[in-house]
């Protein structure tokens, strides 16, 4: 165990970090050989206590599989969280690796292990230094990140920003496209809301030499996919990126002489605006009815609403832009982009200003290249130090700047 000393300068508790190394690749090699799916996170939840308990803290179960731990005064009425999450997915590893994940068809694809890994490296730098916060740092390690409706609204409901209330959340992620010992940042609207569409049209069948006594549903169908790209092309307002993409279509019956009976589409609506989100819900809708009415087509339409669109606080972005420069460098903190995938921390940040940041985690020489999602994905654990360190320095900032405020 490393010895008690006063709250850190970024560089110092880079410095601390990087003295941890063995044991957060050791954590990391744990979690990522012994993956759980969303929701089924028992042993990684017993993991993450065990771990914490360890640094002579005092976690609790969470949303059933998730944990929540409080560093300082257990009194104050306000603290900082700090979030992770802790499932994998359902993806089969390639072979080869000597932490491997264990577990068939199942892998952490999506860098959770190594979110978890800088989330606990971040309680034990914060734990050393409990009594000289300047306000409680709350971790949450929420379980079910990869799959609707999401952990976040189950933490949120069991109360993890409440007592204390939290002012200001952080959380990291991954990122194989930024090289190690960088990190990104945007503030504002950074990612896009991720709603699922199911369709389905009925009313087909019949010869297809006699298509004008029966229902044609290969026809409707090209006729929709044309017409529902004009919610993008013509109906998004221009300063609003969306996306709206189908990536499956299924048809029952047919064959070189009969048409299907029914076809089944199955598609993603993205956009980085809730108000137009939701008045593009509605366009979908009255296209499908009308190019199906004009068709005689029956249909059943479900869009099945996900993850907010994800934006950043303005002025927390600032204060954790600042600490992750003093951290690093300001040469090393990059400036991103809008991207179109989703994340459930947006859940979080509908109730309490936050800021989502990237931890770089590329490495060219070593061959770590794989994005996320993908049998071949890893890191580069030389990210490990720098995620744990930028975590707690995030989480000191932001509590500094909630103090300064009073003041």
Known sequence: MLSHRPVLKPQDLLSRSVELSPKLSEWRQHLHANPEL???????????????????????????????????????????????DLDALPIQEIDGRAYGSRAKGVMHACGHDAHTTCALGAAFLLSQMADELPLPIKLIFQPGEELLPGGATKVIAAGGLRSPQVLGIVAL???????????????????????EIYLTLKGGGGHAAMAHRHTDLLATTAQLLVGLQQVVSRKAPPEIPSVLSFGKIESTGGATNVLASEVRLEGTFRAYNETWRKKAHGIIRDIVKHTAE???????????????????????????????????????????????????????????????????????AKGITAGVHTPAFDIDEASLPIGAAALATSALGLAELHQKSKA
């Open 38 to 84: 969303s929701f089924k996170e028992y042993n990684t939840q017993a993991f993450v206590i065990e771990k914490l308990k360890s640094f002579g803290l005092s976690p609790k179960p969470i949303a059933d599989t998730g944990v929540v731990v409080l560093i300082g005064s257990t009194s104050a009425k306000h603290c900082i969280c700090i979030r992770a």
């Open 173 to 195: 992620h991954v990122a194989p496209d930024i090289e190690v010992g960088q990190l990104g940042i945007r503030a504002g609207d950074y990612m896009a809301s991720a709603d």
């Open 294 to 364: 004009a068709f005689d087509a029956e249909f059943e339409l479900d869009i099945k609403v996900g993850y907010p669109a994800l934006s950043n606080d303005n002025e927390l972005t600032a204060k954790v832009r600042e600490t992750l420069g003093e951290l690093l460098g300001e040469e090393q903190v990059r400036q991103l982009s809008l991207r179109p995938t989703a994340e459930d921390f947006a859940w979080y940040l509908q109730e309490v200003p936050g800021v989502f940041f990237r931890l770089g985690t590329r490495n060219e």
